[in-house]
């Protein structure tokens, strides 16, 4: 296959998700909904005009994705309001990692019997939960970004409630891992964990620092975003690479060290550029495009179906409640619990590290995949509901 054919394909998903972008947004959706729905029509679901042959370059293109717009949210952050909901934020994150965990080892069994503890068929149920406690936050932050709540109250809560959570969900993989292989250390990874926060808080002081030398001195020109972006993808490298934190993390992180520079909104608008053009789109529409129904069966199908239920509703539950508690009204712990309820590469991820342990077979990377796709177009939905009759009951107060 020559190499220019993917040319022909980041075409197709460029304009396919630009076009079903705008058709979503015309029939008052989130836009992203429409360009995960061009991803579906594009790939092995309907008219396959992919080739799969391309589908690794893309997933790598969509990786950067994800770390351009955690980075953007990161820029956008109020540091202030940031440290004020992070204990809140811890709470709600420890809830939708237990709830959605327990829930999810519970619906297995149900399906495939109740396991003693310790066997092999008691892991795969963990595992199983453990898929569930996975929160991929950059749907929910495109959609907030869209209604304009991004650096709201809630929209603080839900990002930083979701990046802990993604910490917790790696500690409690490496766990149920840790199990099932006797090499694996967990102790090690909750180390590594503790360490890259307490670098990233030492280090991030002096690259701030430095940049605002660097923004004092050349203020408003384009070295500023190119010395950011490099540090954003280093930052995401070294979380990665050494710590074992998602790349996003460190992403995020580095958005949240450059956020109290004067020219923050400058840096974010020039890195909106680039995902809004070409990174966001191949985001989006990838998950579409990753789409397969064809191992479905009668009791595999069933099995999905509750999954997904389980998976939506075990966070609505767990971080909603948690938000109630810690004085959050009704509406907006509902938000909180819906903003939460997304899955997206961080599942992924999970899932295929139980593959590799032995722990989950190919067959439930549909369930995965059908809770990805769900999460991603009913979470938008739901919160552009939310949002829209608050907005009008302001509006008529007012």
């Known amino acids: 296959m020559e190499s220019y054919e993917i040319l022909k394909d980041l075409a197709i998903i460029l304009?396919?998700?630009?076009?079903?972008?705008?058709?979503?947004?015309?029939?008052?959706?989130?836009?992203?909904?429409?360009?995960?729905?061009?991803?579906?029509?594009?790939?092995?679901?309907?008219?396959?005009?992919?080739n799969p042959g391309n589908?690794?370059?893309?997933?790598?293109?969509?990786?950067?994705?994800?770390?351009?717009?955690?980075?953007?949210?990161?820029?956008?952050?109020?540091?202030?309001?940031?440290?004020?909901t992070g204990p809140i934020a811890f709470l709600i994150a420890c809830a939708g990692v237990f709830i959605p965990l327990v829930l999810g080892a519970l619906l297995y069994m149900g399906f495939y019997g109740i396991a003693p503890w310790g066997s092999e068929e008691f892991y795969k149920a963990v595992f199983i939960g453990t898929i569930m406690t996975a929160t991929s936050v950059s749907i929910t932050v495109a959609s907030l970004q869209e209604l304009g709540k991004i650096k709201t109250k809630v929209g603080t809560t839900i990002v930083s409630a979701a990046i802990i959570d993604d910490v917790i969900g790696i500690i409690v993989l490496t766990f149920v891992i840790g199990f099932k292989d006797p090499e694996s250390r967990p102790g090690t990874v909750i180390i590594k964990t503790l360490l890259f926060f307490a670098v990233a808080v030492v280090g991030g002081f002096i690259v701030y620092k430095v940049f605002a030398k660097l923004d004092e001195r050349y203020p408003h020109t384009r070295r500023i975003p190119i010395v950011s972006l490099a540090f954003c993808l280093a930052l995401a490298y070294i979380a990665e690479k050494y710590f074992g934190i998602a790349d996003i993390t460190g992403a995020y992180i580095a958005g949240v060290v450059l956020c109290s520079l004067s020219d923050n909104t400058y840096i974010e608008r020039k890195s909106d550029v680039m995902s809004y053009m070409f990174f966001g789109p191949i985001f989006f529409a990838g998950i579409g495009l990753k789409t397969s129904f064809d191992a479905m069966d009668g009791r595999l199908f069933a099995f999905c179906i509750c999954f997904v239920l389980v998976a939506l509703i075990?966070?609505?539950?767990?971080?909603?409640?948690?938000?109630?508690?810690?004085?959050?009204?009704?509406?907006?712990?509902?938000?909180?619990?819906?903003?939460?309820?997304?899955?997206?590469?961080?599942?992924?991820?999970?899932?295929?590290?139980?593959?590799?342990?032995?722990?989950l077979t190919s067959d439930y990377f549909t369930a995965v995949i059908l809770l990805i796709l769900v999460s991603s177009i009913t979470t938008p939905i739901i919160l552009k509901l939310l949002y829209s009759g608050e907005d009008k009951k302001s509006g008529a107060a007012a």
Do not use: H
């Not at 948690?322 to 991820?349: H, N, P, Q, W």
């Open 55 to 84: 589908f690794d370059f893309l997933t790598q293109l969509a990786e950067i994705g994800v770390i351009i717009l955690m980075f953007e949210v990161g820029l956008g952050s109020d540091l202030k309001e940031l440290l004020k």
């Open 314 to 359: 075990a966070k609505i539950i767990g971080c909603g409640t948690i938000a109630k508690i810690c004085r959050y009204s009704f509406r907006d712990s509902l938000k909180i619990g819906v903003g939460m309820m997304t899955r997206g590469e961080v599942a992924l991820i999970v899932a295929q590290k139980g593959l590799a342990a032995g722990l």
């Open 15 to 50: 304009l396919s998700a630009k076009f079903f972008g705008i058709v979503a947004r015309k029939c008052k959706a989130p836009q992203v909904v429409g360009e995960i729905i061009a991803g579906l029509l594009i790939g092995p679901c309907v008219f396959n005009w992919i």
